[in-house]
């Protein structure tokens, strides 16, 4: 068989960020690239580089990153089903809390990361007095009866095409602090808090800044008006604290139809496949 020819795959990931450093290589600990790339290379064995739609921090869950990979055409996992590809990873991943919940091949000019037209994040915030017990290490938990109402206000500021230098760290890497955000959007869920933030890209540590000035909001320190303020004063000093990295969640990623679309085959085991 020739093993020089590829076929890219697309990867839809899940994990427990709780951990790992977060999705891209790094000198020391565990991460999801090194994770997936591992186990790519003890499948098929050969070296593989996996690229992912955005380098989620240490501490940050995924229910739909997603990634992509060049496969050997002619392999025998390759000519079959995609579970059989799916089964394979699982099975190397098994010790980890890192899972490709499906996969489908795609165009050889797809990337995870350059063709996403929007990237939809999840926060989690559970306001109650008893600390989270099944939900530990999954929600940022607070004590504070948080106004929805005021954060809801305060949010407001941040929609649209902004300079956002107040709400990116001093380490972030992006050449622009002009970013555009599509949505953000509260929800209540009982002692739950739920807040989404929808654009195509985001700086360095963006939303759980967001996160953590909207909260002050909610807890009345700041005024929803002040949101603007510390917007249009370009410094990081002035905006809240960075929200706790285990309430976050990369929760979607969106991309033009003909390259990947929304319905990712839900695959089961069974002896549909042979």
Not at 81 to 104: D, E, G, M, Q, W
Not at 116 to 140: D, M, N, Q, S
Not at 261 to 270: F, G, L, Q, T, V
Request: proline share 4%; aromatic share 10%.
């Amino acid at each position: 068989m020739e093993y020089n020819k590829t076929v890219k795959y697309a990867l839809l990931i899940e994990y427990d960020g709780k951990n790992l450093v977060g999705w891209q290589k790094q000198n020391e600990g565990i991460s999801v690239q090194g994770s997936l790339e591992e186990a790519a290379k003890n499948i098929f064995n050969q070296k593989f580089e996996i690229q992912g739609s955005g380098r989620t921090d240490a501490g940050v869950h995924a229910l739909g990153q997603v990634a992509h990979i060049n496969l050997p055409k002619n392999h025998r996992l390759t000519t079959k089903h995609p579970f059989y590809i799916i089964s394979a990873f699982n099975s190397h991943l098994k010790k980890s809390n890192i899972r490709v919940v499906s996969t489908k091949q795609v165009a050889s000019d797809f990337n995870a990361r350059f063709s996403a037209t929007k990237r939809y994040y999840k926060y989690r915030i559970l306001c109650r007095a008893a600390p989270p017990g099944i939900e530990k290490g999954k929600v940022w938990h607070s004590r504070k009866n948080l106004s929805i109402r005021l954060m809801e206000e305060g949010t407001k500021y941040l929609i649209g095409k902004h300079d956002f230098t107040s709400f990116r760290t001093i380490n972030c890497q992006a050449k622009s602090p002009i970013r555009t955000l599509d949505e953000i959007s509260i929800t209540n869920l009982g002692y739950e808090i739920n807040i989404k933030v929808v654009a195509k890209s985001f700086l360095h540590s963006q939303v759980r800044i967001i996160v953590g000035t909207i909260y002050k909001v909610g807890e009345e320190i700041l005024e929803p008006e002040d949101v603007k303020n510390i917007l249009e004063s370009k410094n990081r000093n002035l905006a809240g604290p960075t929200a706790p990295a285990e309430g976050l969640y990369l929760e979607k990623v969106e991309y033009p139809n003909d390259l990947l679309d929304d319905n990712w085959p839900i695959i089961y085991d069974s002896n549909q496949y042979d």
